[in-house]
């Protein structure tokens, strides 16, 4: 489904027609815009996202041979470019360029958005596991002379430390050790869910180990409701915090219609 604005500006020129070619042909769940700039060129966005770049872009050119038509789409990817024209195509027949859009021209994956966001959120993981890492280290902290007056103090009475440092350790390093060591080798999923337009749910899950039913790869559910019961919860936490906010062992908030979680495996 395409949605077409500013569709004065192409009135009566080649593209217009060409893209009503298109329209007969696409689909797609969400409506894309098609933003016509000028007669020569139409900018195509993802309806879903306001702010972000268009998925696609095509004009008419023109040189030393004539009117040609390009297309760049981030789906074209021409290896022996690496300047501007890696994500380009180009062609005189209007017949090739349609095909070259039905092909091209489409929707931002849930994969795609899902990668796109999770830096954010590992970005919080990783400063959580960092915090615990900073505490334990400054709780354990012990210098060659510690370590060498303990050992001969163990040696002469016993096992239980005689120094301030080492009975200092023992009374509460170990338990932030035993939580460092818990955040470092915790076994979660991290998933990210996207709350569409139509209230359906995609769930995108990079890995295989398939807690609370979740499998690798895009999840599709009609509604929050229908998804599985870890990301009720998950996304409900977390609806009651600011955008971009963290959560440990919850997850991240990035908006109002996406989220990365954590699925712990007893769920």
């Known amino acids: 489904m395409l949605n077409f604005i500013d569709v004065e500006n192409a009135e009566g020129r080649p593209l217009l027609e060409i893209i009503k070619e298109f329209r007969r042909v696409q689909v797609s769940r969400f409506p894309i815009n098609v933003v016509f700039t000028s007669g020569i060129q139409a900018k195509f966005f993802d309806s879903r996202f306001t702010n972000t770049k268009p998925i696609a872009n095509v004009w008419q050119d023109s040189g030393s041979e004539g009117d040609f038509w390009v297309i760049e789409s981030r789906n074209i990817v ?73 050992i001969s103090r163990m040696k002469a009475v016993g096992y239980r430390p005689q120094t301030e440092k080492f009975a200092h350790i023992m009374d509460h390093g170990l338990e932030l050790w035993d939580e460092y060591r818990r955040r470092r080798e915790r076994r979660i999923m991290q998933v990210h869910v996207l709350i569409n337009p139509d209230e359906s749910v995609e769930v995108y899950c990079p890995d295989l180990l398939g807690y609370g039913g979740i499998q690798q790869g895009n999840n599709n559910y009609n509604s929050l409701g229908e998804a599985p019961l870890c990301v009720q919860q998950q996304v409900a936490m977390l609806r009651m915090v600011e955008d971009k906010g963290f959560i440990p062992e919850v997850g991240s908030k990035i908006n109002a219609t996406q989220f990365w979680i954590e699925v712990m495996p007893e769920e």
């Open 78 to 150: 021409n290896e022996k470019y690496k300047n501007e024209r890696r994500h380009r195509k180009q062609t005189k027949e209007s017949k090739k360029l349609l095909r070259l859009m039905r092909d091209n021209i489409k929707p931002i994956s849930s994969q795609e958005i899902a990668m796109d966001k999770r830096i954010h959120f590992q970005a919080a993981v990783d400063e959580w596991k960092r915090d615990a890492e900073m505490k334990m280290g400054s709780a354990t902290v012990v210098s060659r002379s510690d370590v060498m007056a303990e």
